[in-house]
């Protein structure tokens, strides 16, 4: 048998110091899930609740991303020096 | 309505165990598989060294040790967290010395660590999602708390 090189749970997961953005989505599913599982009245439309509390909470981090861009790349340079 | 504590300790030793035991069975389950996708996803970023009560990652245990803040937010997690820490005492802090190297802190002073024990953004995140599990269900256990019972006639709830 091919040994896998490394250990779940015992060993850090490689490559995440390159592709840590990818696990912000997860953080986020993970903290939807419990919290609608304690807000929705209906439990039908948990699911729904779940995704759509991801993506706001995924483009409310975009929307600050770009935000900060524009005042650090755009708005910090026009600043007179000193 | 008089706080329910046997529900929120009940959700304190078990994600979910809370809302289950007022009648709530649907959202017990549901609560345990959220902090169950926070908690396992922690561990296998980070390795078991993400639930660490003691000597936080980038500290160097020689110097007398330190204890880790981040723990206070994962024992939300309960018997669980405290479970994970013993296990990370035994395995990753207390691994033989063959499985150690000697790393430089951010002192610039020579410390020693198990090989695999994560840094960076590894250790950044395997801590982060375990905290959070534990805080949320500490929330959790609090709404346990203050849920009226459930009229189990009914449909899912």
């Known amino acids: ?8 749970f015992l060993e850090p997961l490689p490559g995440v110091q390159a592709n840590w953005l990818w696990l912000l989505p997860i953080l986020i599913f993970g ?11 209906d439990l039908g439309r948990y699911w729904r609740e779940v995704v759509g509390m991801t993506i706001q909470v995924l483009l409310a981090f975009l929307g600050l991303a770009a935000a900060v861009f524009i005042v650090v790349q755009g708005i910090v340079p026009l600043l007179p020096a000193g | ?26 959202r017990g389950g549901r609560i345990l598989s959220g902090f169950l996708v926070l908690w396992l996803t922690g561990l296998l970023i980070g390795g ?48 033989a010395p063959e499985d150690r190297i000697e790393i430089t802190l951010h002192d610039q002073s020579t410390g020693s660590a198990y090989r695999h024990t994560a840094i960076g953004h590894n250790a950044d ?14 929330a959790v256990a609090l709404d346990a708390g203050r849920r009226p019972v459930a009229d189990r006639r009914g449909g899912e709830r």
């Open chain 2, 125 to 138: 995140f395997g801590t982060l999602f375990c905290a959070l599990a534990g805080l949320m269900n500490f």
């Open chain 1, 1 to 8: 048998m091919m040994p896998l090189g490394w250990t779940p």
């Open chain 1, 31 to 41: 903290i939807a899930m419990m919290y609608k599982a304690v807000r929705v009245g």
């Open chain 2, 48 to 95: 078991l060294g993400s639930v660490r009560s003691w000597d936080p990652a980038y500290t160097n245990p020689s110097q007398g040790g330190k204890r880790n803040l981040w723990f206070i937010a994962q024992a939300g997690a309960g018997p669980i967290a405290f479970g994970f820490a013993a296990l990370d005492a035994a395995f990753i802090r207390g691994s």
């Open chain 2, 1 to 26: 309505m008089p706080f329910r504590w046997t529900a929120f300790v009940l959700g304190l030793l078990l994600p979910g165990l809370g809302h289950f035991s007022v009648g709530e069975r649907g």
